[in-house]
Nanobody, 126 residues
Framework: QVQLVESGGGLVQAEGSLRLSCAAS????????MGWFRQAPGQERVFVAGISYRGRSTRYADSVKGRFTISRDNAKNTVYLQMSSLKPEDTAVYYCAADVNQGVNVPSVKYAYDYWGQGTQVTVSL
């Protein structure tokens, strides 16, 4: 079992920045890949970014490339999502997820991830 707890969401103006955190517990964090997804009202949950178990590989959705950065601190069992140049269309609930069957590869599909956090709301205003 893996427990994931997100934090860092909130209300920010367009072009502002936020950093989301996701603290993991329950299994050896450094053994598995992590991802961030988001879900806007009435829309599907979609991939935002992912990172391999040691942080050497990352993957991003086209919509956030150059604006968002995913990172992890295996000593702290935490994955981060640094979001900059935020846009109103980034408004969503953001979820972190763990793929305990993957280490090196970084999946971008929901069904590859085994555990999910409860989500944290990010709202970007004009």
């Amino acid at each position: 079992q893996v427990q994931l707890v997100e934090s860092g969401g909130g209300l920010v103006q367009a072009e502002g920045s936020l950093r989301l955190s996701c603290a993991a517990s329950g299994r050896t964090f450094s053994n598995y890949a992590m991802g961030w997804f988001r879900q806007a009202p009435g829309q599907e949950r979609v991939f935002v970014a992912g990172i391999s178990y040691r942080g050497r590989s990352t993957r991003y959705a086209d919509s956030v490339k150059g604006r968002f950065t995913i990172s992890r601190d295996n000593a702290k069992n935490t994955v981060y999502l640094q979001m900059s140049s935020l846009k109103p269309e980034d408004t969503a609930v953001y979820y972190c997820a763990a793929d305990v069957n993957q280490g090196v590869n970084v999946p971008s599909v929901k069904y590859a991830y085994d555990y999910w956090g409860q989500g944290t709301q990010v709202t970007v205003s004009l």
